[in-house]
């Protein structure tokens, strides 16, 4: 969909409850393309559009069915479960029209989803190439679906998502983590598999639960009606949005009216705020303004503003009333300004950025950004731009709730709930670095998540959490908070009690100057082994060795584990450091390991309460099970 703000043409975009008009009498859904995988041992459901009231008969795999498609122009069928194999093809036909689907396999289906890391493609993997860098078995087949967002669900994919074989070349562009998922699942189940990676860098996990999911979590009622508000009314949640900003800036200034007085400084050339002296790492807000004259007769008009590519979020000021907002990586931004904006003589146009990594800024270029009159006279405005930088102490503000990945649903809305209906065995997630910020909320959310998908895909759904590894400050020589830390332990608390769902360990994969670390086998063949263990198809630990309990013992805090039976040691490191005792504050402390347990001296701190190791955005973590993986962040209470 297009996510320039055009209140007419998005009004008419999100209120879609049905299927758009089939191109023939009847079609399936766009997710039944040749060269699919359905889930083996599953009812086998398919859904589609049609004219109302056309009937055809569905075929698949020797069985026939007659259909009819309903007055919504939507139909649905489902066949008896059948056991991997095929190829087998998929006919819908009523003697003058046919539709097929060819070369479908029944098999293991996976859903792998998340933000970069999972999106991270194996032409940019190092390490072992899957399938030793060859064409996959035929029997594999792979999709991804496009990134594309919604203010309310869609039943169909926007931007259609083929199945490919797992060729080399269509292997390249795919997700690694999950091709190395299916490399092992393909190996130890002797069966087809089917990959569906449904990601998008930089995404946080609201954007991937439903409105109605969020609404039994709490705590976004505001949002959740101001996005209900866009899918009938974009325009006026557009400016409900812009008065709630407005309200949180709350500066004794309105600069979006009248401008800042404190410093501004000309702007040579719309680009990367980072190419400027003094904001070559800065992440923040800035403040852009410009001015340009119009005569009576221009000002009665209306028309088309382009300020060409933003990086990342703009809220955009036309003599002080709100003319769009929308979020992107440098993706230029049109929007349309009625009459009675513009008035004769001088205008103001003011745009308010967020940047929150690496560029940022007005980026342009400068011949893209002009005021397009409806008469068709084109004002340029590439050039007299002044800035100002907004003080840090100053904050952030909220995300307007329809934006993609800052937003509430959007994703969901448009990358997963087109895909209910289809079985799955299970789902795979990579996701959590754009909700470190707030990762006390986290392990709720991913609780949420699990639920919403689940009532999607099937209650016993296998769910597989992928861990932050480790990146950004080591803090090697002193207890420090950890926003990654605390996102680790959520990810932990969010599974720990649930018999089908696991966490893969990832702490000892990670690189602190890169947040995207490049070598992904390991970290997708450990997801297969809790995968396949839920599955009870392979003995491994399913949710890392994590301490169950930390007691007060004849002057020791003694830490015991899950699984119990995992021998302890030190590895890579003549002693055990990141162990930290805690009360008010937290100090680094002495710590020995004896067979299972992790045993700290009191006398360290007598009036401690918690006991935590590992607790930094990316520690080196020594302390490893016989099993070969290493104990992770964590934080625990201390009982007398």
């Known amino acids: 969909m297009n996510k320039s703000f055009n209140a007419g043409v998005l009004a008419a975009a999100v209120s879609l409850s049905a299927f758009a008009a089939p191109a023939f009498a009847f079609e399936p859904a766009s997710v039944f393309n040749d060269n699919m995988v359905l889930q083996r041992d599953e009812p086998l459901v398919f859904w589609g559009r049609g004219e109302p009231g056309e009937k055809f008969q569905l075929s698949f795999a020797g069985t026939t069915k007659k259909v009819k498609v309903g007055r919504n122009g939507t139909w649905r069928t489902k066949l008896k479960p ?5 190829p087998y093809q998929l006919k819908l036909a009523d003697g003058n029209n046919t539709s097929t689907v060819s070369n479908i396999m029944l098999g293991d289906v996976w859903l792998c989803s998340g933000q970069s890391n999972m999106a991270f493609r194996i032409k ?11 064409d996959a078995p035929e029997r594999i087949r792979i999709m991804t679906v496009e990134r594309d967002y919604d203010a309310a669900p869609e039943k169909e994919l926007a931007k259609k998502a083929q199945w490919q074989p797992a060729t080399t070349t269509n292997l390249a562009e795919f997700s690694a983590v999950c091709a190395y998922l299916g490399e092992e699942m393909e190996k130890t189940l002797d069966v087809p598999i089917g990959l ?10 609201e954007a991937w639960i439903s ?3 969020l609404k039994e979590v709490g705590g976004f ?13 974009p325009k006026q949640a557009q400016q409900q949005y812009a008065d709630q900003w407005q309200d949180w800036w709350q500066h004794q200034t309105q600069p979006w009216k009248t401008p800042l007085t404190q410093t501004w400084f000309d702007v040579p050339e719309p680009a990367s705020w980072r190419t400027w002296k003094g904001f070559e790492d800065f992440n923040g807000l800035v403040w852009y303004r410009n001015n340009f004259s119009l005569t009576e007769a221009e000002a009665k008009l209306g028309g088309r503003l382009s300020i060409g590519g933003i990086d990342e979020v703009d809220l955009t000021w036309l003599n002080g009333q709100i003319v769009g907002t929308e979020f992107g990586w440098g993706t230029e931004r049109t929007y349309d300004v009625e009459p009675g904006v513009l008035k004769a003589g001088e205008n103001l146009l003011m745009i308010n950025i967020t940047s929150t990594y690496g560029d940022g800024g007005l980026v342009g270029p400068a011949d893209h950004i002009a005021l397009t009159l409806s008469d068709g006279k084109r004002i340029p405005l590439g050039e007299g731009w002044r800035a100002s930088r907004v003080p840090e102490s100053y904050g952030y503000s909220r995300n307007a709730p329809w934006q993609s990945i800052n937003g509430l649903s959007g994703l969901y809305n448009s990358m997963i709930a087109p895909l209910k209906g289809l079985h799955i065995r299970g789902a795979a997630w990579y996701q959590g670095e754009s909700n470190t910020g707030r990762a006390g909320e986290y392990a709720g959310l991913m609780q949420a998540l699990i639920h919403n998908w689940r009532d999607d895909f099937g209650k016993n759904l296998p769910f597989i959490v992928i861990q932050l590894p480790g990146y950004g400050n080591p803090s090697a020589s ?4 950890s926003d990654w830390a605390q996102l680790r332990q959520g990810q932990w608390q969010a599974v720990a009690n649930d018999k089908n769902a696991g966490l893969v360990i990832t702490i000892d994969q990670g690189n602190p100057a890169d947040i995207h670390p490049k070598n992904k086998s390991i970290v997708g063949k450990r997801t297969a082994d809790v995968a396949l263990a839920l599955m009870g ?4 630990i399913t949710n890392g060795i994590y301490p169950v309990k930390a007691e007060a013992k004849d002057g020791d805090v003694v830490v015991m584990f899950d699984p119990a039976d995992e021998t ?3 590895k890579g490191s003549s002693q055990l450091n990141y162990v930290e005792l805690c009360a008010d504050s937290c100090k680094r402390v002495n710590a020995t390991v004896r067979g299972g347990e992790l045993h700290v001296a009191l006398s360290q701190m007598t009036n401690a309460t918690r006991v935590r190791y590992c607790w930094a955005d990316a520690p080196e973590c020594h302390l490893y099970g016989q099993s070969g993986l290493p104990v992770s962040s964590f934080e625990i209470d201390i009982q007398p």
């Open 568 to 570: 302890l040691q030190v």
């Open 124 to 134: 940019d993997a190092t390490g072992d190439l899957p399938w030793e860098g060859k």
């Open 196 to 205: 569906i990676n449904s990601s998008w860098g930089g995404s946080q996990i």
């Open 221 to 233: 009622d505001n949002d959740l009606k101001l996005l209900s508000t866009f899918v009938d009314d």
């Open 82 to 86: 059948l056991k991997a194999g095929g």
């Open 478 to 481: 002193s207890a420090a908070e």
């Open 537 to 540: 198809e392979k003995e491994a």
């Open 211 to 213: 409105a109605k999911e």
